[in-house]
């Protein structure tokens, strides 16, 4: 008895002395590792840290130097102009325009993205014959090529196009819809939000599906509603895929460029030039690439604010039940 209290006191049956024999204990009691094992990590991880300081981080800091600069993208030396276009921007009516234009773009894509995206997947969670015809379906948009998508729609969209015909055999004259900034701007939001509206449902059903189904049955047993069921148990849990879902549409639309050139270009009269836009034209266009560097800056703090600024409202991402 003596012996085996021994040997559990100095650690054979999982005590201090017991731990992995690749982990030890520092003098202030945290655990450190062999020198072998942090020179075998640091092997296995040094190909994707090179990768991703090639083409990721060295990538970043050059763009911050060349925002420094009045570089015009030919020129071998870079004139150092310190903050000198974040000053300019910030004077930019076309900035604050643009900046304008994107927030606007970003809400509207981030809220209907939300809804479209819950509720194709609820009815896709449905019992339905045919239920993996339909997401093939839904899900077509987010494989179909933008530049191919954005020409269908502006045809779609013309004055003469199919919209406007079908509203004609009803009796309703269409508007010119890539004519007037707000209807563009609708429209812009409208066609991301179907362009990405089967990759949020396939999340969102991912999600559902791993939903405890003892809570649901215990509330169908207390008498609740289908409404009840997803006001007070589906929204809730599916809390923390609403918030990637919400980053993830913010990031698209703060990034958006390809389908607000082929569909808009930027019109009419600025309505939809989102910062993309205004990059490209500032730094392609205008040879301005110091300046167009200093946009892409901004829009890469204003997504790293607003979504700090979302984590923390929605908890830390964490689910909750109320």
């Known amino acids: 008895m003596t012996r085996l209290t021994t040997d559990a006191r100095s650690g054979r049956f999982g005590g201090r002395g017991g731990a992995s024999p690749t982990r030890r204990r520092t003098r202030?009691?945290?655990?450190?590792?062999?020198?072998?094992?942090?020179?075998?990590?640091?092997?296995f991880l040094f190909p994707a840290l090179a990768t991703i300081g090639l083409f990721?981080?060295?990538?970043?800091?050059?763009a911050g130097y060349i925002s420094l600069t009045s570089w015009n993208g030919f020129d071998p030396v870079l004139e150092f102009v310190g903050l000198d276009n974040y000053v300019s921007l910030a004077q930019d009516p076309a900035f604050w325009n643009s900046l304008l234009v994107t927030c606007l773009?970003?809400?509207?894509?981030?809220?209907?993205?939300?809804?479209?995206?819950?509720a194709i997947a609820l009815l896709l969670d449905a019992p339905l014959r045919g239920r993996s015809v339909y997401r093939g379906i839904y899900f077509l948009p987010a494989v179909t090529s933008s530049v191919a998508a954005a020409i269908v729609w502006r045809y779609m969209l013309d004055p003469a196009g199919l919209v406007n015909t079908v509203l004609a055999q009803l009796g309703i004259d269409g508007p010119d819809w890539l004519?007037?900034?707000?209807?563009?701007l609708g429209a812009l939001t409208l066609l991301t939000v179907w362009k990405n509206i089967g990759f949020n449902a396939v999340l969102y059903l991912t999600a559902l599906q791993a939903l405890p189904s003892g809570v649901f049955e215990a509330a169908q047993v207390d008498?609740?509603?289908?409404?009840q069921r997803i006001r007070h148990l589906t929204i809730p849990l599916l809390k923390p895929m609403t918030f990637f879902v919400v980053v993830q549409a913010l990031i698209t639309s703060f990034q958006a460029f390809?389908?607000?050139?082929?569909l808009?270009?930027?019109?009419?009269?600025?309505?939809t030039e989102v910062?993309?836009?205004?990059?490209?034209?500032?730094?392609?266009?205008?040879?301005?690439?110091?300046?167009?560097?200093?946009v892409a800056f901004v829009t890469l703090f204003l997504v790293l604010g607003v979504t700090l600024v979302q984590w923390r409202a929605s908890g830390s991402g964490r689910s909750s039940l109320r």
């Not at 970003?106 to 939300?114: D, H, R």
């Not at 808009?264 to 309505?271: I, V």
């Open 264 to 271: 808009t270009g930027g019109g009419p009269r600025g309505g």
């Open 258 to 262: 390809d389908l607000v050139y082929v």
């Open 223 to 227: 008498g609740a509603s289908l409404w």
């Open 179 to 184: 004519g007037d900034r707000w209807l563009a």
């Open 28 to 43: 202030f009691g945290r655990a450190g590792y062999r020198r072998e094992d942090v020179a075998t990590a640091a092997l």
């Open 105 to 118: 773009y970003a809400l509207g894509v981030c809220l209907l993205s939300v809804v479209s995206g819950l």
């Open 275 to 294: 910062l993309g836009m205004l990059m490209y034209r500032d730094a392609f266009r205008l040879g301005e690439f110091g300046y167009g560097t200093a």
């Open 56 to 62: 990721v981080v060295y990538p970043i800091v050059a």
